[in-house]
């Protein structure tokens, strides 16, 4: 019963679904200050190289997705320089930086004495649980089969649903992308809060990468996250910058990424160049419905001064 | 430009890094890129694709409209274009046969770039997430039609997956060795893009558009014409790039040889530009040098990633050159009189502006 | 109540702030102490927001000094000034309006022990807080409600009440009444009454004479960023305060004779309208007006109102769910922007840059925003640069807009000149009726005379003008029709003659319900 394909296919879609979430997670914070980094495909690749580097170096999992957090967070300050001190427009600088990430992660990956390219993997990610709990029948392999980080990225999603709602820190951020006038008026140091919420996006989506090429790929590749980051950064605007949404959309795109496996298991014959095509088909319909929806939920449930660069002295 | 050279200043510094000589290489790439005619030519053959994806991005990009599918249309453009080389009697008068191909790549290229267009300008969907999606699909359909299926497009004779030679009647004239006119198109064109931009009253809405979507509607601008508009122009010239590849370089539908960040690159070199057309085409031609002298410096022990490395330095370094310019020009703010509402400087936002 | 034991006192010396090395600020200083309101009077442009935002820690000075107590404050940041009891209401507010007043309230304030705050308790305590200042000084908020349901009064309020909470000692409110109905700063002003009676000093921007006369102590009047007198109110008059404030220039003459008109066939029909605002809601709520030939019909109401998604609707920019506009005869519900244009509609929006004209383009391109798809300007889709450079050098000095320079983005020029490039451009295109939203709000006095002007000699002319002000004494002062907007219904229309300031404060503000036939109007031109 626990193997059967539904079974795999939801646990899989979980495991796939994890790195999209955190990413997202990421993005959702530094969006909610007003923030907009589109470069979470580039961070995710750094955050990846890097913590496979760090895995192959310390074959430990907590240090190598905890410097793959570093390294995207260092990458995202090269975007909170240019887009919140320098104020340059968004958008280019969120595309400089996955050029500048892919062609940073091909670097360290591949260039050097030791390139990471096709090394093994450092670092053993195993279920958190005892094996005996992964046995319990359906909800075994569900439930209770995943690695540490499976949960903690759930754990995460509760963690910044109640700070953002529920604490002066989330109120301070949520307020500064709102209204970053009224932010600065009431007291508030809107760059300071501005360059933190992109340092934690940047963490997000490095560890997202790490866990990416750790856990579920293995092995890194240039180029790896072959549009992970784009989901992610669809994920955010598809679950109106929500965290709970962000989850329940990260682990359909997971189940949609692991539908190959689950049809070659149901032998399903289908090309596997579209299966390749269906998350990012999914994610391209889903932009296009919702922005169709005449709720115009979308619109109001973005923050206000997204995209938008702030200064006091506005002469 | 003085980015660029911050950029390569950069980039001599990471080259110092891995232990080569940031001179020896640069001269490596010089020799490789630049020193001598067949240099020269493999360069311009190089940089053809590349000013018409810059073409794409800077187009877009001017009103603001952000197309990062030209990877994608790019593709699109490559398909159809082979197709239609591979479908045509060879009877038919050449020029004829090439404007075909070169037209099929533009319509669908456009057609590709439409699928972002329409939900734009109908529904305001977010045009970089959904150009961007479709990057993803069109990479695996081209897969799919070579290394997927016996497709019209793969050649049945061969046990390795791979596109089918196209006919020589459909294969683009060489203006001096491996040049091929395809270069020529694209200058014609980044010529034509300048002067539409510039002098029509479409170039005129576009500006308007670019600078304010609020001013545009009140004047009677339609906002959701336009968008769909340049949207397919961009598309198309993506679609011509691949097009010319096909026809020019490739001489089939082969995804290892298009596959290789051409529309990316364009959004960088585009940036580099300012967004102004003439400006693309030496901007492209500097990358294409660079890029095809990334090849020769491994056999100086300098891997290719530095190349990649060294494009995403320079793109770093013009978006933030952006800053200084746009502060220069509040330095040299006039002397008005002081008022109640001050006057917010607009440009800061802008995706590069004039 | 709180009582201070001690009046707070403030020193400003040799206050001064350039931007882009234009003095906005010139060595300003004046004294303020607890217990009195002191008043700052200038006209547009005399430097009395910049002089407030040094104070509020928003600006830092370029050179001089603020001494609170006797010592010496270097503010950094509006956080600083808080910190110093130091509280300043914009004239726009800055609330964040997706939140509610409780969550504005409390926003960056970090109360001793009140860290992070997040319990049920913390929020009734709060809760309990701002209903207790609420109280003591007459300023009724709901704390839940999100702030973009409030109207301008109620935000005001809550901006005030945001100060209180953080224990401002300095209260500084800049132009306070420019945006409330007279019922309304009646009010304010004794809730201000209140304030300075418990120890709070008060500073009172404003460019109206009156209201510095009517309810300050002391006067401070600024003129090009520098002062030019100051006094106890009770020894100024107004001819005083006025020759201060526009020294020896002249004052254009306001009071140009209205002659009366013989209003001609209508030209705007706008029938039964609705229209949704930003949250959906119905901002406009079945609106009917007519401006008819030789006609100014002026709008009057506290913004807020439905006013300005009434004037979208009816250029085009917004859409609307019921209802008719009809431009000269013309059927135009569903048309767009420029289709209503060609049936004779000019435009002058509320936003001048950004709508009106496009910021970062030419003063040249800006000019030919309206008519670079015809000839002259253009020809089979080619522009003629030519003609189009020198269409914008004419109309440049025939409404004498200064500060332009070829190549230069408009968004450099000043509020005054931006509003007669829209002007020129708008006037010189065809058209039977103007529509003008806020047409002098920030400009100076020269400035807003010539706009005004320019409403009468289209009235004259033979056009139609639709008026919208806040200003009460404006729209009173240019209107052959005055009507009332409340809510997004009309409240009340007046003929020029009928049109009782009184009467029509108290329907601006809701007091009086207009239903019941409060209508003084005979034939008033309204359906």
Redesign the interface.
């Known amino acids: 019963m626990n193997d059967s394909v539904l079974v795999l296919s939801i646990a899989s879609a979980l495991v796939a679904g994890t790195p999209i979430l955190l990413a997202a997670l990421g993005e959702i914070v530094t969006e909610r200050a007003g923030v907009m980094n589109?470069g979470v495909e580039g961070m995710m690749l750094v955050g990846a190289v890097s913590a496979f580097w760090a895995g192959v170096h310390t074959g430990n999992l907590a240090v190598a997705l905890l410097v793959g957090g570093l390294a995207g967070s260092l990458l995202s300050l090269?975007h909170a320089?240019?887009a919140i001190t320098?104020?340059?427009?968004q958008?280019?600088?969120g595309?400089?930086l996955?050029?500048?990430?892919?062609?940073?992660s091909?670097?360290i990956?591949?260039?050097?004495d030791s390139p990471l390219l096709e090394a093994p993997n450092g670092v053993d990610v195993d279920p958190l649980l005892p094996a005996a709990l992964a046995d319990v029948p359906v909800l075994g392999p569900i439930v209770f089969g995943h690695d540490i980080v499976v949960y903690l990225a759930f754990a995460a999603v509760a963690v910044t649903g109640r700070v953002l709602y529920?604490?002066?820190f989330g109120?301070?951020l949520?307020?500064v992308g709102?209204?970053p006038?009224?932010?600065?008026?009431?007291?508030?140091?809107v760059t300071r809060i501005r360059y933190l919420a992109t340092a934690i996006g940047g963490f997000g989506a490095g560890v997202g990468g790490g866990y990416l090429v750790l856990a579920v790929l293995g092995t890194w590749q240039?180029g790896m996250t072959?549009?992970a980051g784009?989901i992610a950064?669809?994920l955010v605007?598809l679950a109106g910058w929500r965290p709970w949404l962000a989850l329940i959309g990260a682990y359909v795109f997971g189940a949609l990424r692991g539908l190959g496996f689950t049809l070659q298991i149901a032998q399903v014959d289908i090309?596997?160049?579209?299966l390749?095509?269906i998350p990012?088909?999914a994610?391209?319909l889903v932009?296009?419905l919702v922005?169709?929806s005449p709720t115009?939920a979308r619109r109001?449930a973005a923050p206000?001064a997204l995209g938008?660069?702030y200064r006091?002295?506005?002469? | 430009m003085l980015s660029l050279v911050v950029a390569l200043g950069l980039g001599a510094a990471i080259l110092a890094v891995t232990g080569a000589d940031p001179l020896e290489a640069y001269r490596t790439m010089f020799d490789a890129s630049l020193n001598g005619t067949a240099a020269i030519e493999r360069t311009l053959t190089y940089a053809t694709p590349l000013i018409l994806t810059g073409l794409a991005a800077a187009v877009s990009f001017r009103m603001r409209t952000y197309n990062i599918g030209a990877e994608g249309q790019l593709f699109m453009g490559a398909i159809a274009a082979s197709g239609v080389a591979l479908a045509l009697p060879a009877d038919l008068p050449t020029p004829l046969i090439l404007l075909a191909v070169i037209g099929a790549g533009a319509v669908a290229g456009a057609v590709w770039a439409g699928f972002a267009a329409i939900p734009k300008a109908l529904l305001g969907t977010d045009e970089i997430i959904t150009t961007l999606m479709l990057n993803f699909v069109a990479l695996a359909f081209m897969n799919y039609l070579i290394f997927g299926s016996m497709s019209f497009w793969r050649d049945p004779d061969r046990p390795v997956p791979q596109g089918k030679q196209i006919p020589d009647h459909a294969v683009l004239p060489a203006i001096s060795g491996r040049l091929h006119i395809g270069f020529a198109i694209a200058v014609v064109l980044a010529v034509v893009l300048w002067l539409l931009l510039r002098n029509t009253t479409f170039g005129f809405r576009l500006r308007t558009i670019g600078d304010s979507h609020r001013a545009a509607t009140y004047a009677g601008i339609g906002v959701p014409a336009a968008t769909i508009a340049v949207m397919s122009i961009s598309g198309a010239l993506a679609g011509v790039a691949g097009a010319i590849e096909v026809s020019g370089v490739t001489d089939r539908l082969d995804p290892k040889a298009l596959a290789i960040e051409l529309g990316y690159t364009g959004i960088v070199i585009a940036a580099v530009a300012r967004l102004h057309p003439l400006g693309v085409v030496p901007v492209a031609a500097l990358l294409a040098a660079i890029t095809t002298a990334g090849g020769s410096m491994q056999s100086i022990g300098v891997q290719v990633e530095v190349v990649v490395l060294l494009q995403g330095l320079i793109f770093l370094a013009v978006t933030a050159g952006e800053f200084f310019v746009t502060n220069r020009l509040e330095l040299r703010r006039p002397a008005a009189a002081p008022q109640a509402s001050p006057p917010t400087p607009a440009t800061a936002a802008g995706g590069g502006g004039s | 109540m709180p009582t201070e034991p001690r009046p707070v006192s403030l020193q400003v010396r040799e206050l001064s702030k350039s931007f882009y090395g234009v003095p906005a600020v010139d060595g300003v200083g004046f004294d303020l102490v607890g217990g009195e309101i002191h008043g700052l009077l200038g006209e547009n442009g005399a430097g009395k927001s910049t002089l407030c935002s040094m104070l509020a820690g928003l600006y830092r000075p370029d050179s001089g000094h603020i001494l609170l107590d006797g010592e010496e404050l270097h503010l950094r940041s509006p956080d600083d000034a808080a910190a110093h009891g130091i509280g300043m209401v914009y004239q726009h507010f800055r609330l964040v309006d997706s939140f509610t007043v409780a969550e504005n309230i409390v926003l960056g304030h970090r109360a001793p022990g009140s860290a992070r705050a997040s319990g049920r308790r913390a929020r009734r305590e709060l809760d309990e807080r701002v209903a207790q200042l609420a109280d003591d000084y007459g300023l009724e908020v709901h704390p839940t409600a999100p702030v973009w349901q409030l109207s301008v009064g109620e935000r005001q309020r809550v901006e005030i009440l945001k100060q209180l909470y953080r224990g401002a000692r300095i209260l500084i409110l800049d132009e306070p009444t420019a945006v409330l109905a007279p019922h309304e700063s009646d009010r304010l002003f004794e809730a201000v009454r209140r304030m300075v009676e418990t120890g709070h000093a008060v500073v009172l921007v404003s460019h109206k004479m009156q209201e510095i006369l009517g309810h300050t102590d002391r006067v401070t009047v600024l003129r090009s960023g520098r002062n030019v007198g100051e006094g106890a109110t009770d020894t100024l008059t107004p001819a005083m305060l006025a020759t201060m404030m526009f020294g020896g220039t002249h004052v254009p003459d306001d009071d140009i004779a209205h002659e009366p008109n013989e209003p001609g066939e209508p030209v705007l029909v706008v029938d039964g309208l609705r229209v949704a605002g930003d949250h959906g809601r119905a901002a406009v709520d079945g609106v009917t007006v007519t401006v008819r030939r030789h006609e100014i019909v002026g709008v009057a109401g506290v913004a807020g109102n439905g006013q300005r998604e009434l004037h979208e609707a009816i250029a085009g920019l917004r859409p609307f769910s019921d209802g008719s506009i009809t431009i000269d005869g013309h059927e135009c519900s569903r048309t767009s922007p420029r289709q209503r244009h060609e049936a004779g509609l000019a435009y002058v929006p509320e936003d001048r840059l950004g709508t009106g004209l496009a910021p970062g383009l030419t003063i040249e391109h800006n000019i030919a925003l309206r008519s670079f798809a015809r000839r002259p300007h253009s020809r089979a889709g080619w522009l003629n640069t030519r003609a189009i450079e020198a269409t914008s050098s004419r109309l440049v000095a025939d409404f004498d807009v200064r500060g332009a320079r070829p190549g230069m983005p408009v968004s450099f020029m000043s509020g005054g000149n931006l509003q007669k490039a829209i002007l020129a451009r708008e006037l010189t295109e065809h058209h039977e009726v103007l529509v003008a939203a806020a047409p002098t709000r920030g400009l100076d006095i020269a400035a807003a005379a010539a706009v005004r002007t320019q409403l009468r000699a289209e009235r004259d002319g033979g056009r139609g003008v639709l008026l919208f002000s806040e200003d009460l004494a404006e729209v009173l002062e240019l209107s052959d029709v005055v009507v009332v907007m409340f809510k997004g219904r009309v409240v009340g229309t007046f003929d020029r003659a009928g049109a009782d300031p009184e009467r029509i404060g108290l329907l601006m503000s809701g007091a009086l319900d207009g239903s019941d036939g409060s209508s003084s109007a005979g034939d008033t031109g309204i359906a």
């Open positions: 589109l090269v320089v240019l320098l104020r340059v427009n958008t280019v600088s595309l400089s996955v050029i500048v990430g892919s062609g940073l091909a670097f990956g591949n260039v050097g529920r604490t002066t109120l301070s949520r307020a709102e209204d006038a009224a932010a600065d008026a009431a007291g508030l140091p240039t072959a549009g784009w950064v669809a605007i090309p596997s160049d579209f390749t095509m990012f088909v994610a391209y932009v296009v922005s169709a115009r109001v206000a938008e660069p006091r002295e506005e002469r």
